[in-house]
């Protein structure tokens, strides 16, 4: 089972950028699907990000235009890059690869 640790959460102004990343304790096949999921409280977790293994991505309508996923498998790394956050964007963000998951890194955009 793979092992993930995520980092790069943070606080942030409204309009702020911060770039998530999630390390896997081993290899992450080029062949497996990678996605970012986040839960604010008192809602369910929900998809942000999906980045397959053909290259096709697809984002939640919410954060299309302002999100970007990539993933760099030498460094066994799936990134999420987020421009213009909004305070609606504040939640739990956790990466899934293979049905596991990482602790989760905390996002919170408010002035």
């Known amino acids: 089972q793979v092992q993930l640790v995520e980092s790069g959460g943070g606080l942030v102004q409204p309009g702020g950028s911060l770039t998530l990343s999630c390390v896997a304790s081993?290899?992450?096949?080029?062949?497996?699907?990678v996605s970012w999921y986040r839960q604010a409280p008192g809602k369910q977790r929900e998809l942000v990000a999906i980045?397959?293994?053909?290259?096709?991505?697809n984002y939640a309508d919410s954060v299309k235009g302002r999100f970007t996923i990539s993933r760099d498998n030498a460094k066994k790394t799936v990134y999420l890059q987020m421009n213009s956050l909004k305070p609606e964007d504040t939640a739990v963000y956790y990466c899934?690869?293979?049905?596991?998951w990482g602790q989760g890194t905390q996002v919170t955009v408010s002035s």
């Open positions: 899934n690869v293979i049905g596991s």
């Open positions: 980045l397959r293994s053909g290259g096709s991505t």
């Open positions: 081993g290899s992450i096949s080029s062949l497996y699907a």
